[in-house]
């Protein structure tokens, strides 16, 4: 496995130059060549889905148990997401294959199946209060059963995934984004100190006390995600696949100059996305939540329920539309990423392009998960303890698939000429080692 900050082998100089090459002979093509709304596609998806009613819980948290002071955190996941993203992407891409398949094809199989295993475990934990989330939130506006609502979600979802046609299906996920600006209204619908909250950005009050390093970690945890690797890397494949005349840049250098930039306007746009709405979630619950004495948040719906007497009707309903919102761009995108991981580690046919009957196995584990997170809200499993317990397995499962990333990348018979440059092994590698001394300190935190 590589290491980080290593010089590379001979033959990265080449690569590095060929890929500026690239670059230089149509540096804005994705930009110049038609709406940059068309070129967006899994990097502003995939940022977004991070933002999900249990990210929001999360935010809304440490909003209003810290206040300003932990803003910084958003400036500094940023970078860190860009370069993890577009190395997942980056592998998608070139290779044809999704990340399970090249970690299939390239380690052995206790590996794989383990870190399978435990990404489906989480992502059905996560879809299960996600949909709780939601199904709360859409009570809290309406009235009526929450359980029939988180039913109604699951199905919704599910007929979008089966049943759309994976184009279409991915405009309606795009659109999906725009629900996230709700919490970009919701912080211009109440009064807000901007020269404390800038002031906090430019010098943080960090502590060292373990409720607020736990709370840090929570916030890497949150927004660096193994679902998130696995689904960009695959959708970049999907969109490759559906594309007529595009195939794998291996196979195909030739297309290499306008999907390497693609994929980085995508990613940047995509992370910036996810980190500008979560630090206004958490600017929310430190303005008001946190501000009046509300320090104890457990549920993004509890967010929303405390926001209505504080801040008033408007932001009240800003805040819950965002929770279903996002719920409903979220959970595709936790159930496809298990799915793509399941089925591409046996082989067989996946894809949302595909329709039910030609990837019959794919579809069962995106259904399979969905449902199972609609009946784990029927048991008497505590929600906040169980969404806890997804955030530890996905910690812990982060590092070692973004050391797994950072290797395949590296290596030229994995992605030939397309390994990718110093800057990013670096700055990936950084965010490996962030992640990896995140979890650390998590256990440290645990055992204390």
């Known amino acids: 496995m590589a290491q980080p900050f290593v010089v590379r082998h001979t033959g990265a100089i080449e690569a590095d130059d060929f890929e500026r090459t690239c ?10 060549n038609g709406p940059v709304w068309k070129k ?48 997942s992407a980056r592998i998608g891409r070139v290779t044809g294959n999704g990340l399970a398949a090249n970690i ?25 209060a996600d949909i709780g989330a939601m199904a709360a939130a859409l009570k809290l506006l309406i009235g009526g059963p929450a359980h029939l609502y988180g039913v109604a979600f699951a199905v919704v979802s599910l007929v979008l995934q089966v049943f759309i046609p994976f184009p279409r299906y991915a405009s309606i996920l795009k659109l999906l984004t725009l629900s996230l600006f709700a919490y970009v209204a919701t912080v211009f619908a109440v009064e807000v100190p901007w020269g404390d909250v800038f002031r906090s950005i430019i010098i943080p009050s960090i502590s060292f006390e373990t409720d607020y390093v736990v709370a840090v970690v929570a916030v890497f945890g949150t927004t660096i995600s193994p679902y998130l690797f696995f689904w960009q890397a695959s959708q970049e494949v999907e969109e490759q696949r559906a594309s007529k005349g595009e195939k794998p840049l291996k196979d195909a250098p030739e297309q290499a100059r306008d999907h390497l930039q693609r994929i980085k306007v995508d990613t940047y746009i995509g992370m910036g996305f ?24 457990q549920t993004s719906a509890q967010a929303a329920e405390a926001l209505r007497p504080i801040a008033g009707e408007y932001a009240f309903l800003l805040f819950s539309a965002g929770i279903v919102g996002t719920g409903l761009l979220a959970v595709p995108v936790l159930a496809g990423s298990a799915a793509y991981a399941v089925a591409e580690s046996f082989r067989w046919r996946i894809g949302l392009g595909r329709k039910l009957l030609e990837a019959t196995g794919f ?17 008497s499993i505590d929600p906040i303890k169980a969404l806890f317990w997804s955030a530890v397995i996905n910690g812990v499962i982060a590092v070692p698939i973004m ?8 290596k030229p018979e994995i992605m030939g000429k397309f390994i990718v440059t110093s800057r990013l ?24």
């Open 23 to 32: 670059m230089k002979e149509e540096e804005t093509s994705v930009l110049h």
């Open 363 to 379: 579809y069962m584990i995106l259904i399979a998960a969905t449902l199972l997170g609609v009946m784990l809200n029927f048991t």
């Open 40 to 87: 967006l596609g899994p990097g502003l998806i995939t940022g977004a889905a991070d933002d999900d009613p249990s990210g929001i819980a999360t935010y809304s948290q440490v909003g209003a148990g810290f206040g300003y002071s932990m803003l910084w955190t958003t400036f500094l996941t940023f970078p860190l997401m860009v370069g993890i993203q577009i190395v």
């Open 403 to 410: 050391a797994i990333m950072m290797s395949m990348a590296a």
């Open 104 to 128: 299939r094809e390239h380690y052995s199989p206790w590996v794989l199946h383990g870190l399978v295993c435990l990404l489906v475990i989480a992502n059905t934990i996560n879809i299960a």
């Open 425 to 448: 092994q670096i700055l990936g590698w950084l965010a490996t080692a962030v992640m990896a001394l995140a979890v650390i300190m998590m256990a440290v935190a645990s055992f204390a």
């Open 274 to 297: 996810s980190n500008l709405i979560a630090f206004f979630i958490m600017l929310t619950a430190a303005v008001t939540l946190h501000q009046h004495g509300v320090k104890d948040i």
